[in-house]
C-alpha cells in the first residue's frame, strides 16, 4: 500500500506546486486534474487523468481557426525515504498537441512521451 501512496503524494505535491496561468483567473474556471488513476501493469507505472476547464473560449476559437494548441504535463516520481535523500526515480514530459482540421471537420491529437 506504501508503494502506490508515493506516487499519488509525488503527483499531488507537483501539481500543488505548479502555478496557474493568468489566463484562468476567473473563479471556477481554473483547469484541474481529475480522476487521477495511479496503477501498474507487468512493467510499467500507469497514471490516468482527466483534465477539467482546460480550455477557455478564446482557446476554442483559435483552434477552430487552425491553430494548434499543445499542453505540456510535467510529471516526476520521487522515492520519499526518512532519514536518507529523496531520490528522483523517473522525471519525463508528457506533450498532447490539438489541432482541428476544418475540411475534414475533425479535431487531431497527438502524445508524446
Request: a neutral charge; glycine letters at 4%.
Amino acid at each position: 500500500m506504501k508503494i502506490r501512496l508515493l506516487p499519488l503524494l509525488c503527483l499531488w505535491l507537483l501539481l500543488a506546486t505548479c502555478p496557474v496561468p493568468r489566463v484562468w483567473s476567473t473563479p471556477g474556471n481554473q483547469p484541474e486534474l481529475k480522476d487521477i488513476i495511479i496503477t501498474t501493469s507487468a512493467r510499467d507505472l500507469l497514471l490516468f487523468a482527466t483534465v477539467k476547464n482546460g480550455f477557455t473560449d478564446e482557446m476554442r476559437e483559435k483552434v477552430k481557426n487552425g491553430l494548434p494548441i499543445t499542453f505540456t504535463f510535467h510529471v516526476e516520481l520521487e522515492q520519499v525515504r526518512s532519514g536518507w535523500f529523496d531520490t528522483t526515480l523517473v522525471e519525463t514530459a508528457i506533450i498532447h498537441t490539438l489541432w482541428y482540421v476544418s475540411l475534414k471537420q475533425e479535431y487531431l491529437v497527438s502524445f508524446f512521451v
